[in-house]
């Protein structure tokens, strides 16, 4: 589960990020002091959940909330408790008051679990993605898909054999998709690791059709970390 954390006081911050370190399968992405610099990360990258402080200069932790369309899940923490009707309204996580304890912050990793558990399981299971296509689910096998391509307001999955073109975003596949599998490698597409033929500093090259992909610059480290490959 990927997680950020936003908040203005560098000790919260720290503590916090201790906290995350010792919670197995909670990975930090980020660390910010304030909620912009938080929006510009998340309109290029895909996270799980939001460990977020309320009392900011700026911008508020519930004006952040409410500036996202689709927002991940979110835990405030905040010394100040009268924000609590106002985050219930919110539909957050988790509402935790300053100070906690390392207990207090499992229960609402755990609570977060339990909702991606319950969420994903619907559409997705261990071994294929269910897709809308129209008027009908298709089960797409794991193994079968090459590569997710964006395009605009839809995504097109290409198969060894067919394309299967859907309403999604890229950042929701991204989040379901097996991270062991799939990587995201530019802001358009989404690769299956087990499908790359061929790598070099700009590019990776696909068995289907000897697709080239570029590697975008942000995705860059990421990405060469992922396939153990020293970059030059």
Known sequence: MICIIIDDEPHAREILEDYISQIPGLELRGSFNDAIGAIAYLQEHSIDLVFSDISMPEMSGTDFLRSLQSPPLVVFITAHSDFAVECFELDVLDYILKPYSFSRLNKAVNKALEYLRHHHSTGFDQDCLKIKDRNKTVIIKYDDIHYIEAMKDYVRIIN?????????????????????????????????????????????????????????????????????????
């Open 160 to 232: 060894a054999d067919k394309t299967i073109i859907t309403m999604c975003t890229m950042k929701e596949l991204e989040k379901i998709l097996p991270g062991n599998r799939f990587i995201r490698i530019q802001k358009s597409y989404i690769i299956s690791i087990e499908k790359i033929r061929s790598v070099d500093k700009i590019k990776v090259i696909l068995k289907e059709n000897n697709k080239e992909v570029p590697i975008g610059l942000q995705y860059r480290n990421a990405f060469f970390k992922k396939i153990n490959i020293q970059q030059d």
